[in-house]
């Protein structure tokens, strides 16, 4: 009888050994893909010449090598890995400009991230310069605390931060560094 129970045993053992060996191989494959499977984007866009309309009027036009969709994740955003240049038009139809090698833009809080290189040029030929300016979309509002370059016709400030509406009517250079006025 002895015998026959160590048969027995071993029948019922062999199996449940043998089925989790198999669960557990899988379970490491599913872990370790987990970080590359979540950074999948939905979709992949090349090429961008996206114009944007309102009420009729031409608002804005985004040109883009590349754009990366997250928009299947928690916190959903668009990445332009290779940069964005960003043409707006006013009510008066004056144009501005912002270039930059790199942007996300995050849709749950509307604020667009442009990174390297920033350059954003007015319509009155304005420009500042940065590595890094954000665009809160909700309440039109640019800012950065990055070092920045501020041109007018009139002179150059450099500081440390920037704050100002989208109009630049009320545009700030913080910590100021230094100003030069210039003559023409």
């Given at each position: 009888m002895n015998l026959n129970s160590n048969i027995s045993i071993k029948n019922i053992?062999?199996?449940?050994?043998?089925t989790m060996f198999f669960s557990c191989n899988n379970t490491l494959?599913?872990?370790?893909?987990?970080?590359i499977e979540t950074y999948v984007p939905m979709s992949i866009a090349e090429n961008i010449n996206t114009k944007y309309t309102d009420s009729g009027r031409l608002t804005s036009i985004l040109i883009s090598p590349k754009m990366l969709?997250?928009?299947?994740?928690?916190?959903?955003f668009y990445e332009f890995p290779e940069g964005v240049d960003l043409t707006m038009f006013d009510q008066a139809n004056q144009k501005s400009t912002i270039k930059s090698d790199f942007a996300i833009v995050y849709s749950k809080t509307d604020i667009i991230d442009l990174q390297g290189n920033v350059v954003l040029t007015t319509s009155t030929n304005d420009t500042l310069f940065t590595e890094q300016l954000f665009y809160d979309q909700k309440k039109e509002w640019l800012f950065t605390n990055y070092p920045?370059?501020?041109?007018?016709k009139d002179y150059i400030t450099n500081g440390n931060g920037f704050d100002s509406n989208k109009d630049f009517t009320n545009a700030q250079v913080l910590e100021v560094k230094g100003r030069i006025f210039v003559d023409e």
């Open positions: 053992v062999i199996p449940i050994v043998v494959k599913e872990v370790q893909n987990v970080g969709n997250f928009s299947n994740r928690d916190f959903p920045v370059k501020f041109r007018t």
